[in-house]
């Protein structure tokens, strides 16, 4: 049973420049949220997409956008780059909808260096 | 705003050695709470997860305990290995208005050595 997969795992890119990162969900789950952590820190939410819609967003500006395919799996997209955005980016998914919640699942992330 | 504060920020105990670390939040209406381990360079690995009706939750020589009222939870590792060095974040969530959990919030975590 795969669990989540991101790529790519590691990224460089210049200020200014925009950047795209994927996500596949665990199997059988039907949401992806988005985290960004700096290092030395705990995760910061971003957003969480269901339905291919944004359910829930945090504390994030708009250059941070997301989408969600029919098949469950997800981008993040971030638009003119700055140093401050080098962070190791985790995609955890979910099942919504369910009696009991069980959890989230995370990826391995991506971590994106921007110079 | 929910806060989650951990401590001790870092620990580094003799192999063998039992463990506890803490964790609290400020909103004691929570969904579940949340165990990770984290590897250096890597992603999250879910350790234990406790809905907010249970108190704790085991799982090997794991167990985390869960006080809504005081907004505390302790993880306690029994009889720690080297293996077990890693930073542990504990998560948040509240339920979400539209239904099931909200995106997680997160402590900065516990840096755990332990010595061979």
């Known amino acids: 049973d795969a669990g989540v997969t991101q790529s790519p795992t590691h990224l460089i890119k210049t200020r200014g420049q925009q950047v795209t990162l994927r996500c596949s969900p665990k199997?059988?789950?039907?949401?992806v949220s988005w985290y960004q952590q700096a290092l030395g820190q705990g995760p910061q939410f971003i957003f969480q997409y269901y339905e291919e819609e944004e359910r829930q967003r945090g504390n994030f500006p708009d250059r941070f956008s997301g989408h969600q395919f029919p098949n469950y799996s997800s981008e993040l997209n971030v638009n003119a780059l700055l140093l401050g955005d080098s962070a190791l980016y985790l995609c955890?998914?979910?099942?919504?909808?369910?009696?009991?919640?069980?959890?989230?699942?995370f990826g391995s992330g991506t971590r994106l260096t921007v110079v | 705003k929910q806060e989650v504060t951990q401590i001790p920020a870092a620990l580094s105990v003799p192999e063998g050695e039992n463990l506890v670390l803490n964790c609290s939040f400020t909103d004691s209406a929570i969904y579940n709470l949340q165990w990770f381990r984290q590897d250096p360079g890597k992603g999250l690995t879910s350790l234990l997860l406790i809905q907010s009706s249970q108190r704790e939750q085991t799982s090997g020589r794991l167990n985390a305990s869960l006080d809504k009222s005081s907004g505390r939870s302790t993880l306690y590792i029994a009889a720690s290995q080297p293996g077990d060095s890693a930073t542990y974040l504990c998560?948040?969530?509240?339920?979400?208005?539209?239904?099931?959990?909200?995106?997680?919030?997160f402590g900065k975590g516990t840096h755990l050595i332990i010595q061979p």
């Open positions: 955890a998914s979910s099942l919504l909808g369910q009696t009991s919640f069980y959890g989230y699942t």
């Open positions: 998560a948040v969530s509240l339920k979400y208005s539209g239904g099931g959990a909200d995106g997680l919030t």
């Open positions: 199997s059988g789950h039907d949401t």
